[in-house]
């Protein structure tokens, strides 16, 4: 046993570990932050520039895209989970995890099809002046802010579906039966018992639906709007200005922040919802929320009664939720599967199966990795706050969460920006050979990214095991890692694998960072479905696009499995 003097060591010892790990985690931000104190008269120049060109471009289409998508994920959110919990109808149960499906598609891969199918030379199109004669377009413009708020919003509207269905069953169902009782009509119920109840998991879900949004890269860049992660990445790879860069990624982290703020008030709001503090992690919310809710409505839901539903009725209930299934699903699947059959048909040697192999090799490698070490962290983040919460263990913790929400264009500059400050310091270390070079730069970013996933997956299934499991422990002087080993590991063995599962899953589909950050020669299948669709290769871009697609399908077969056993 160690005596006062050895756990005085070790508590120092094991501050000092914290305050490390939050310095990795927090180096990207800042990074990004003291950027903004090598402020000179070169700065202030370009910084003027930039007001006077791009960034009114920048704020105000990023501000049109945001509005767009706000209102869209929230419209369809919020019908589809009322759709579900507060009525019963023919196919209700399988809409209730068929409209998880989404999730399983990039925005991107989503932008690839829809771009394939509807543009000027697309099937659609061409088929429409066929038949009926017409010249020129048919349909408007798809790579147009229109065309990705289209994209976004049936990619993003799971967020407000999962959280609003779970504020809906928790409470919904037993207020909206005794208003059923007062004699309220079915509107009235809605209008003041439902959206009330469910108004801060819409808002919750609305800000994760907008910070996915505003960090995207592919979509914007394949449509070719200006909105700021955009911007970030000319300034950087095309313009060569890190000060620029900087100062974008200094603008878009605010509005991040704000946002998250948002998300995190709304979450405190949810009196009722079962899961809180997930707003750092949007992969975390759909998983916990989906799980909670599998969990606590079943008995609520089915002693109820609720409206059966049929005619005129049941048709607009199989539309409220059959639409966003087959916009954000069926559809993209469908239309990138017609380019790679008709490929495959032609020319056998179109696809380069040996690369493809490489390809999937190297996401599956840097998924491995980053998912090993982000559960790592996680476990020893989640163990410490159980034995230690004090402020700066819990400080650190929530620092951790904090990096879902950044952008991977600002973690790129972040972690980009002290490289090069020390590299002109100390050529000789060759930090940027290291960082740039090798695979420890893209690991970083993605532990940093991606870490608050595994926590909150953690933190999540230590919720369920009972603090007296700890004194009796000790009792039998079963204490310190010993617990963790014996104890805490067998119990959570279910949450660290649905954390492992979570963080590949978004390393493999991760696509700002990666396109930077990756070693030479070691694209992923991210990286090379983003540059055959920039390339106008989009045979030869589904390839890639639908293995994203089936791994992404991983965890939302995870959910679904949850939501039928209910």
């Known amino acids: 046993m160690l005596g006062a003097a050895g756990r005085g060591v070790l508590l120092v010892l094991w501050r000092v570990v914290l305050v490390l790990l939050a310095l990795i985690l927090l180096l990207p931000v800042l990074a990004v932050l003291g950027s903004m104190l ?230 405190k709001r949810m009196r009722f919802a079962v899961t809180k503090g997930a707003g ?22 089915s002693n109820l009664t609720a409206p059966r539903l049929a005619g005129k009725r049941l048709v607009l209930a199989w539309l409220v939720c059959g639409l966003p299934v087959l916009m954000g699903f069926v559809l993209p699947l469908l239309f990138m599967l017609r380019p790679f059959l008709a490929s495959l048909r032609a020319d056998e040697t179109v696809f380069p199966w040996s690369q493809f192999a490489q390809w999937a090799a190297n996401s599956v490698m840097l998924g491995g990795i980053s998912a090993v070490l982000a559960v790592a962290l996680a476990l020893l983040l989640a163990f410490a706050v159980r034995m230690r919460p004090d402020p700066l263990t819990r400080g650190v913790a929530q620092l951790a969460g904090v990096g879902y929400a950044i952008p991977g264009a600002v973690i790129v500059v972040g972690l980009l920006l002290p490289v090069g400050w020390l590299q002109a310091a100390a050529p000789t270390l060759g930090v940027g050979y290291w960082v740039t070079a090798t695979a420890l730069g893209i690991v970083w970013a993605y532990v940093v990214r991606f870490s608050g996933v595994a926590l909150q997956s953690v933190q999540s299934g230590y919720a369920k095991i009972p603090t007296s499991f700890d004194d009796s422990a000790r009792m039998l002087n079963v204490s310190g890692f010993n617990l963790m080993r014996r104890v805490h590991a067998p119990l959570l063995k279910r949450s660290t694998a649905a954390a492992v599962l979570l963080v590949f899953v978004d390393v493999m589909k991760e696509l700002p960072a990666t396109l930077v950050l990756r070693p030479f020669n070691s694209d992923t299948l991210a990286v090379v479905a983003y540059q055959l669709a920039r390339d106008e290769r989009l045979g030869e871009a589904a390839l890639p696009s639908l293995a994203l697609v089936l791994v992404g399908l991983l965890p939302v077969m995870l959910l679904s499995r949850t939501l039928r056993s209910r």
């Not at 920048?58 to 209102?71: G, K, M, N, R």
């Not at 147009?144 to 928790?170: E, H, I, K, N, Q």
């Not at 992690?281 to 809710?293: F, M």
Request: with cysteine; hydrophobic share 50%; charged share 15%.
């Open 38 to 267: 090598q402020w000179n008269a070169d700065s202030a120049q370009i910084l003027q520039e930039i007001s006077r060109t791009v960034l009114p471009e920048y704020a105000w289409t990023s501000l049109i895209l945001c509005i767009i998508v706000a209102c869209g994920v929230a419209v369809v959110g919020v019908t589809s989970a009322a759709a579900v919990t507060l009525f019963d109808f023919a196919g209700r149960k399988t809409f209730e995890w068929a409209l998880l499906l989404p999730l399983a598609m990039p925005a991107y891969v989503v932008a690839y099809a829809y771009t394939d199918f509807l543009q000027y030379s697309g099937p659609m199109q061409t088929w429409v002046r066929a038949m009926s004669g017409v010249e020129g377009r048919v349909f408007p413009e798809v790579r147009s802010v229109g065309g990705a708020a289209w994209v976004f919003t049936f990619c993003l509207y799971p967020y407000v579906y999962l959280l609003a269905r779970t504020a809906l069953m928790d409470r919904a169902t037993h207020l909206m039966d005794a208003a059923r009782l007062l004699g309220a009509p079915m509107s009235r119920r809605i209008r003041e018992v439902a959206l009330p109840l469910a108004r801060p998991a819409v808002a919750a879900g609305v800000a994760l639906a907008l910070m996915e949004t505003l960090a995207d890269f592919g979509v914007s860049s394949y449509f070719g709007i200006q909105t700021f992660t955009a911007g970030i990445y000319k300034a950087w790879l095309v313009m060569d200005n890190r000060v620029a860069a900087a100062q974008l990624s200094t603008v878009l982290l605010v509005v991040v922040m704000v946002l998250l703020t948002l998300e995190r008030r709304a979450q």
């Open 280 to 301: 750092t992690s949007a992969a975390t919310v759909h998983a916990t929320s989906a799980t909670q809710s599998g969990r606590s409505g079943r008995s609520d839901h």
